[in-house]
Every structure is written in C-alpha cells, then in structure tokens.
C-alpha cells in the first residue's frame, strides 16, 4: 500500500464494494396478453370451457368474453409474464386440437 493511501482520512468506504447510491434499479420484465381468435367452427360453449378451465374464469364472466370474440374477433383472455402467457396459449392451442377445434389461442406483448 502506497504512503498517500495510508495518511488519508477513511470515510468508511471500501474499493470496489457497491453503496445504496449507486444500487441499479431493476425494471419489472414486460407482460404478455394472451388472445383468444374468432372463427367461424368453434362453438362457443367450447370457447367458454377453455375461458373457464385454462383461465379460472366465473362461468359468466367467461361467457363475456367469449361474447367479445365472437362479436369483435378477438379479446385478452388474461395478461401474464412471457412464461406463463406461452404456457397457457400452448394449452389451449394443443386441447383445441385434440378436440378437432381450429380455436387459435396467441401472444402479445402488453403495451
């Protein structure tokens, strides 16, 4: 150790060692929405199951949405972080298809 840093006054810090001032925020990591596509085959009670089973959806509030996609094309399901939003589309796209239902289930990034 050099004599300059040996006569210096110690304010508590050490070198190298991170303060509370300078501790980087972290930002939340985005969310996904996950959407449910109209077509012209699904029946509705089967979109309403799927609302129910893979999203936890009230029976009426399920029937809503399943209203909203039937009338405007599309409607959120439910908005998720990226694993969770993947997971559930890939659930509902494979029991779809094991059901003979061309039901599309996709993700977005929430704005």
Known sequence: M???KLNQPDDGREEGVATAASKPRLAR???YKVLLFNDDYTPMDFVVVILV???HMPT???TQIMLKIHTEGKAVCGVFSRDVAETKAQQVNDFSRENNQPLLCHV???Q
């Open 2 to 4: 050099s004599d300059e």
């Open 60 to 62: 009426e509030k399920a």
């Open 53 to 55: 089973e893979f999203f």
């Open 29 to 31: 990591p985005p969310l």
């Open 108 to 110: 977005e990034v929430d």
